[in-house]
């Protein structure tokens, strides 16, 4: 098999594969014990180039086998310490694999040509086929593996993660990443790999808020506009875990995938296991570079729909639980004066739900609230020109419910054990058949019988007490993942039935944020703290690996409720316009002034949407450490852009940087929306702008487009 295509590439006579995108090569070979080892990645290369470095490396008897630190899918077995991409365990005992190449082919998977390399243990019935799939226009690659079973007896598999990303030779390695707290997601941190392994991971049933599965690493120099970084994300909604991992040989290797923590998976005889997809990439633009190429492929090849998101308002912080139709029927009047396409409905609508202590499982409509059916509500909204949304949370369920009490053992529970509650809730066992079919039957009978538009997904409870009534026990451990297949399944089949309806993920804030549930979902709730401030951080660390238009982001009240911090209307919308456009304050105690002035400012972002939403993303990151936060979003010709600029205070005497933009046309002539004269692209991304911000909390909004 010689140069099956302009991405694929495999050499004979070196036995060394070549993966190939727009601006950068992927390269492994088979050495001569017929383990794949990586050779390089980063800038276009050749083959001949990398046929040097297949080669063994020893170091001693204690380091035998040095060159199995760049294994490119690593087997726990023989002489391997490292962090292992697969660990099994035999019909008989035996825990030791020892895979080698047999074949590869080139094959149709889920409409996308995938190159294959089987690799099959040499004495079990074990193989392993590694997948890669090419996005060269956005030089990165998918990575995936299916764990196969070709005998007759049952194997147990113990770790099975997507793919290992062997890094070059750097002289220092520095890991990007985000830690976050409900309130407080998406913070960046930034640290230098030492000798070890610094695992981010999950074990609490969903992505987390704690950590998302996503990485970066450059050599400690690289900015937001310049630098090599190599970046990887996970599309796994579930426990996940990824390992750097530096050795005193100065190699680091990234593996990443299922949390293997309290984690198996019987293998049956003639089955098949899929981990998830890992893509991962390279860039010599620095982190901004890293960013578009991730955002531009999720706009191509993740999201469910091409759709622009609407602008939305979400009645939660208005009424809480005291939900009822004359109310909400109020609120849309008053949001539909604004310019809102979406009124959305939170909790509270449904069964005895009064508080958060009862009634979540019970998914009829509360008369009380709503005499005349949700019918009533859904036709006012509708004759007032927007649509239809709803907030359901179909996988927890309050001990105080018909559903509990008619089910008990729906729940995942251990029977010695207590039930812990979580915000009055339990857990639901989704992979039970019984408990799928009633999610589905449920929302099947609400989306058929309302005109809705939107589903907010909601989910509130991380796992506790993993048992699974009814599963065989030397099963039990199974359920991290099967939690998380019947998810997918159950909005895959819900997107099938229903192809008009868009979908929110939300997980108490931003829990369950990955490219595995957007792979279903439309947009994501970034967190609930909806502080204009505090989000530009949360929102900043959002766009290193998550394009704009997968963020929800609110206006709500002035002070606060997180923190009692007061900023004008003008910031809160400046804020909330990078993302999604949502409104979340209580409109029935606005003033025909604010609802005014809001509506002027929702007109402002419909018409720069196109640019937030489908634009390249630059961060003007530069400008942080004088207190300034700036963002700007361009079309692809480089001819119209949105710029918001933020300032948090200012110090007497200290001037503020002058703002320079990014991704225009060098030569064009551009006119800046009320400001007099024009300037050149070369001017305003080199020399750049004043900026007239003053006091606290001040911002702007410029819209900068060409002009002949």
Known sequence: MGNVDMQFEFEEKSRIFAIHTQRSSYVFGINERDRLQHLYWGEPVTIDDCAPLLRGRSHSSFDAEVDMEAEEYSFWGGVNYDEPSLKVRMPDGVRDLLAGYVRHEIREEDGRQTLVIVLKDRVYPLE?????????????????ARIVNTGGDDIVLESVQSAAWS?????????THVTGKWSGEFQLRRNVLSEGKKVLESRRGFTDSHANPWFAVDEGQATETDGRVWFGALAWSGNWKITAEKTVFNHVRVTGGINDFDSEWV???????????????????GFGGMSRNLHQYQHAYVLPSSEPRKVLYNSWEATYFNVNAADQMALAER?????????????????????????????????????????????????????????VE????????????????????????????????????????EVKAYILQFMTELLQNHRIKFIKWDMNRTVTEPGMKDHPLHRQ??????????????????????????????????????????????????????????????????????????????????PTGMNKRNVSLKYRFHSAMMGTLGIGSNLNEWSDELIEQSGEFIRQYKAIRPLVQFG??????????????????VD???????????????RLGEPLPRLRLQGLQADRAYAIEGLPGSWSGRALMNIGIELPLRGDFDSLLYRVTAVE
């Not at 890094?167 to 890991?175: E, G």
């Not at 692809?636 to 200012?650: I, K, N, Y």
Request: aromatic letters at 14%.
């Open 616 to 633: 390249r993303q630059y961060r003007l990151a530069d400008l942080q450490h004088k207190g300034v936060t700036a963002v700007q979003y």
């Open 335 to 391: 949001a539909a004066r604004m310019g809102v396409e979406l009124f959305v409905v939170d909790d509270g609508w449904f069964g005895q739900r009064n508080n958060d202590r009862a009634g979540l499982g019970d998914w009829y409509v509360n008369k009380e609230k709503f005499p005349n059916g949700l019918g009533e509500l859904i036709g006012k909204v509708h004759k007032l020109g927007m649509e239809f949304g709803i907030w």
């Open 267 to 285: 293998l049956g005889a003639g089955e098949s296991f899929d981990a998830p997809w890992f893509v991962g990439g390279y860039t010599a633009g």
């Open 128 to 144: 392993a086929h590694l997948l890669y799939r090419v996005i060269p226009e956005y030089d990165l690659i998918e990575r995936s």
């Open 394 to 433: 179909p996988e927890a369920v309050n001990p105080d419910s018909d559903l509990y009490r008619a089910h008990p053992d729906w729940v995942y529970h251990f029977e010695t054990r207590p039930r812990t509650e979580l915000r009055n809730q339990l857990l639901l066992n989704i992979s039970k058949p």
């Open 636 to 650: 692809e010709a480089g001819t119209d852009s949105a710029v918001f600029a933020f300032l948090h205070s200012q």
């Open 477 to 558: 451990k199974e359920l991290w993942i099967r939690h998380v297949r019947s998810l997918y399944e159950i909005w895959a089949e819900l997107r099938r039935r229903f192809p008009h309806v868009e979908f929110e993920t939300c997980a108490g804030g931003g829990a369950r944020i990955d490219l595995g549930i957007f792979r279903y979902a439309d947009q994501s709730w970034p967190s609930d703290n909806t502080d204009a401030f505090d989000r530009l951080s949360i929102q900043e660390g959002f766009s290193y690996t998550y394009a704009p238009r997968m963020m929800t982001c609110w206006v709500t009240e002035s």
């Open 167 to 175: 890094l070059p030779d750097l002289r220092d390695y520095r890991l």
